[in-house]
């Protein structure tokens, strides 16, 4: 089965700085990678996905997440945080099989940005 | 477009109450799932709908039925809930179920049983 590990549950940065989320997969087969955002008590937004092709991807709003298959890794980066990108992160995971349709979500990483 | 709505809002009901959530897109989505989401917590996946057919039960009590009517819309029906139901209720959508499309959420119903 596959798992997601967010291994940051809150971080801190100041407005202009940069970000980093991490997260890290399990998953046995090529995965299908998403990060979403999610405002409190809203739904979620989809930043970004990979499924294949380059490692490196451009999502909404200035993100972008790189998937690296040697550590299990896809984590989410911004050059410039902007204080509108205080929200919670999710990074998930889609299943194949028969579990197609099967979105498995981290635990979540909440940003807070200072002024 | 790529708007998943969902009604009401805000629900609060009493434990012998008879409800229902609704999810509706246009979307031309064929893939469409119930999620229910804690405090704090990640969404859980309840319900996957493929092509108007129940694909995937998470183990979900019976309290909770969910209902396909059409391509575009998704029902939960809700009877019988305990405290512990209370949440946020997410419905989604994908193309289709085959895990390489995203799945686009709505903007979620809060319930709270008493």
């Known amino acids: 089965a596959q798992s997601v590990t967010q291994p940051d549950i809150h971080i801190t940065v100041s407005e202009g700085a940069s970000l980093e989320l991490r997260c890290n997969y399990s998953y046995g087969a090529t995965p299908y990678l998403f990060w979403y955002v999610q405002s409190p008590g809203q739904g979620l937004q989809l930043l970004l996905k990979?499924?294949?092709?380059?490692?490196l991807v451009q999502g909404i709003k200035g993100f972008e997440a790189e998937f690296k298959r040697s550590q299990s890794s896809f984590n989410l980066r911004k050059p410039s945080v902007h204080w509108s990108d205080a929200a919670e992160y999710f990074c998930?995971?889609?299943?194949?099989?028969?579990?197609?349709?099967?979105?498995?979500f981290g635990q979540g990483t909440i940003l807070t940005v200072h002024p | 477009d790529t708007e998943v709505t969902q009604t009401p809002k805000h629900l609060v009901m009493g434990m012998t109450n008879k409800k229902s959530l609704k999810c509706e897109q246009h979307?031309?989505?064929?893939?469409m799932y119930w999620y229910k989401q804690k405090a704090k917590k990640p969404p859980e996946l309840m319900f996957v709908y493929s092509y108007e057919k129940l694909s995937i039960n998470e183990s979900v009590p019976s309290r909770f039925s969910p209902e396909c009517p059409n391509s575009s819309l998704l029902n939960l029906h809700l009877h019988a809930l305990q405290p512990e139901d209370s949440a946020l209720y997410l419905c989604?959508?994908?193309?289709?179920?085959?895990?390489?499309?995203?799945?686009?959420f709505g903007p979620g119903t809060r319930l709270t049983v008493t």
């Open positions: 998930a995971v889609g299943a194949g099989g028969t579990s197609y349709g099967k979105l498995t």
């Open positions: 990979y499924f294949s092709g380059d490692t």
């Open positions: 989604a959508s994908s193309q289709d179920r085959s895990g390489i499309y995203e799945q686009y």
């Open positions: 979307m031309g989505h064929r893939a």
